[in-house]
């Protein structure tokens, strides 16, 4: 109750603040809007905590209702002002979700892993293609091509709508302070699908320019394919490389030090076309694997990520247009049927054929449903690679984007309660922080 009445005096003062504001573009209104969505988003997150919902989904649910679509206290250029945050917030959800990846664990379930990702990836997006072919007539964007030019695009759209979401499902371990099999399994497939979708992505989209007599088609795109995950990697190397010795020599200051390390990463890895996820999650994995400091950097990067985390779900929300939605409903909701039927179905079969234990085939699918940034990431490159075109299909994947960042993590926390895993976390590691704290050796083997 006072949650929902702070809620509603902040609104009261955001629009007075408004009336005599001279324009959101401006720096004092980018640092207004900054702060109102970070207050109005982290108190709708407790408040969605308290109905049993995902806190994230109240942050998403917050950034729609203040953003353009709805109220409108957030303009599109604030909204586009505080991206900045996002690439920061993607590079300290990869280095979660690298520290979270002992190998010597993860490796049992390898197969499970390696089979699921195959199958939900490959398999979603012919399904999602498939879909949108047989919707064609109610696409303009398609029905307008001849039957080749259609096949290629809607499998570059089924690439992009086949996306899953790493910062939904570490946020939701975190959150439940969840561990076992079934999040173990669904963090390597969602980690693994979405460089598998990186790189299809790159070569649907170049066989499509191709077919479609666009310039630049596959030698560009091997090239870029290249450079970008092998650059990546090596950058994900030497920042392993700088975090573990500054932890090991300097410590003073750490957090700022790995959120300026974030901040780097984004910000001039997307200059130069590196990803961020892929450098991070790369310095995360070999700082746990190879290195005694992956519980501190845990620890570290949790303690500094949870404004950056309340901003880049809410920014993500307010970036939304639901006004895009009603024309395309129909082929919405039967994408987003269709997508979750084959990552279920992919999950179930995947982890089966894999020999995985019961509990991961029947929890572990739904793991695969939510989508966040990198949907949209690859949403909006679409729209940038096909621009004839490119704004009526984003409209389709915004939609769908939408439905499932939505509906996708309460299912998710839902099976992450069901399957028994919630709350392992703080059982097994009580006396973790101390030792932590205290630099000395981990306790725990891995």
Known sequence: MI??????????????????????AAPAGTSLGFGYLLLTAFLSGRIFAAARLPKLTGYIAAGVVVGPSVLGFLDAT????LQIVNGVAVSLIAL????????????????????????????????????LLLLR???????????????????????????????????LSDELRADGPVTRVVLGVVVLADLFVIVLFALTSAVAKVTLGIAGGARDAIGHITWELLGSIVAGFVLAALLAAYLRWVRRGATLFVLAAAFVVAEVGQRIGFDALLVSLTAGVLIRNLTRHGDELHELVAGASLPVYVIFFAVTGAKLHLSAVPPVAVPVLAIVAVRAASLLTAGRVGARAAGAPPEVARWAPFGLLPQAGVALALALLFARAFPEFGGEASAVALGVVAMNELVAPAVYRLALLRSGEAGRVAARATPAPATVRSGTRETEPG
């Not at 303009?140 to 091509?145: I, M, T, V």
């Open 3 to 24: 949650d929902a009445v702070l809620l509603a005096l902040l609104a009261g003062l955001m629009h007075a603040a408004r009336t005599f504001s001279t324009g959101g």
């Open 96 to 131: 979660t979700a690298g520290t979270e990846l002992r190998l010597a664990r993860i490796r049992p379930l390898a197969r499970t892993i390696g089979i699921t990702t195959a199958m939900g990836v490959i398999g979603g997006a012919l399904a999602i293609a498939a879909t």
């Open 137 to 171: 007539g109610q696409l303009a964007f398609l029905s307008a091509l001849p039957a080749l030019q259609a096949t290629a695009v809607a499998l570059v759209l089924g690439v992009v709508l086949v996306a899953q979401s790493p910062a939904v499902v570490v946020a």
């Open 78 to 81: 604030v909204v586009d002002n």
